[in-house]
């Protein structure tokens, strides 16, 4: 696995909102009868403001991402999720804000050649420097090969309205590793602005992502990090506690076989502890009887994905397993270098209910936060394979009679 830490400037598609195909032929039924449908892409609006517009970089300052800080590799993975009155991106590091032409009371774009972001943040800066540094890169954050930020993506929930973002950061030399997930509190920020009884707990607030962050070392006292009003981020570990610590690269076990009853009856599955509230061991790393290092797993995540149901978040990870590889504690930044072996995809059940209430998540594992009353089953670990509590290929994880085998 090799990569390059570069700015690169590449084009956001066009956003185009409107319904429609420009196609100045029209088009031509099965029958061969021609249809007189008006085209309507690129859309305007009754005052011939445009409906679309060039993704911008940072500060509306240019039609590309040059600007944007270093991201790890290639493709930026462009991402966008449209809401009643706003319309989030993401490309690189950076989320971007603007509004909703569509939406009542909203215009169209004078200039789409020029339609900077009403509000942007550097993901770094919108996790914070008190969760950032200590938590999520205990080795440093001034450099993305040490911290490294990715695999970011957003979506907007239209059963309960809810902006959702998701990314990996990984501590490289300190073999941590967690997803962020940060859950908007309101579909229409702008309505919520007004403190209406539907809007809790005491609406939304400005700016929309974080504070501008005025570092202590020059005089300032914000350090960056969600604005409470508007989001709730969680931080939910990618890496798993070993049950049998790893003496070779791939040998070591995680999950344990255990029977849940669901449905009025039994089922069999994996069950894996995280590693800690951090996602990896304590500090500093010890090696030998006792030693931290490998207390729990080296998950590198080269991945990331969310799935909405009506109940549950999905979060999925495709991992290396970078315990014991020639590249240990380094990031893979020249061809050649082997950061371990694909290790499955790390899947995580997230409780709506919890996370869409603002409310703290625990991690208790089946069978036993079955049993708790309440249920606490708020960030579930769902696996077929015990040497690394992650899903992978059937045939890989599971004999002809469907049951789990061996690591």
Sequence with gaps: MSSKIRNVALLLPALVLATGLANAQGVKTSTGQQSTVTPKAPAVDANGLAKYWDGLGTGGASTNYFSVPPYITAPPNPQIAVGPDDILTIV???????????????????NPYNNPPTEYVWLDAWIGIPTLGPILCPSGTGSNTTCVIDNASIRYDQLQGRFVVLFTVTDVPAHRSNFVLIVSR?????????????????????PLFTPPVIAPIVGGTQTGGVNGSNWVMYTIPINLSYTLAPTAAGNGVVGVTTTVATGGGTASNVTATDCGTVGGPGLPLTNGAGGTNRSCTNYYPTSARMGLDNDNILLTAAVLDSAFSTNEGNFPSVAGQNQGPYAGTRVVSIAKMVVYNGTALTFNQP????????????????????????????????????TVCAS
């Excluded at 309505?191 to 539907?198: E, H, I, L, Q, S």
């Design 367 to 402: 069978p036993a936060c079955t049993g708790n009353s309440p249920s606490d089953c708020m960030a579930v670990n769902l696996a077929d394979w015990m040497a690394s509590s992650a899903e992978a290929s059937c045939s890989r994880l599971k004999d002809s009679s469907n």
């Design 92 to 110: 690189n590091r950076t989320i971007s804000r603007f509004p909703n032409p569509n939406a009542a009371g909203n215009t169209g774009v004078a």
């Design 186 to 206: 309101f579909s229409q920020f702008t309505k919520c602005a007004a403190n209406v009884p539907t809007c809790v707990p005491n609406g939304a607030s400005s």
